[in-house]
């Protein structure tokens, strides 16, 4: 029974670090339901229930990189995200993101021609 209370110990305490530190890391910008002071605080001061309670309602949802079942993938395209290199004119930066997006569009028709003759002259592909 003392080998059990052991165990049990050593897990909370562990898992009590692992929130901790997950906690501290964790951008304040995409905490759930409290503020990031406040799940410090409880994760601090109530160790198993604090964990415990910030495992389920306070970290971040991750989110897939890959699109599944409905998500959409990245949240921008590859030419726009944050954090790209941007080139110092500013006119041959725009030439470039507009020569991306015209061949990515080029790309849909072209995709979409062979999918209407895939399916024969007369049928449309629904959009």
Do not use: H
């Not at 495992?55 to 897939?64: C, S």
């Amino acid at each position: 029974m003392l080998y059990l209370d052991g165990v049990l110990t050593l897990v909370v305490l562990l898992l009590w670090i692992f929130c901790l530190i997950d906690v501290i890391t964790t951008d304040e910008s995409v905490c759930r339901n409290l503020g990031k002071t406040v799940w410090l605080l409880l994760v601090l001061f109530l160790p198993a229930i604090g964990s415990i309670a910030w495992l389920v309602a306070g970290r971040p949802q991750a989110t897939p990189d890959l699109p599944y079942k409905g998500n959409s993938g990245p949240a921008f395209p590859e030419y726009e995200r944050p954090g790209r290199y941007v080139d110092p004119d500013p006119e041959r930066d725009a030439a470039y993101l507009q020569s991306l997006r015209d061949r990515a569009e080029q790309q849909r028709r072209a995709y979409q021609e062979r999918k209407r003759r895939a399916l024969g002259d007369g049928d449309q592909p629904s959009p």
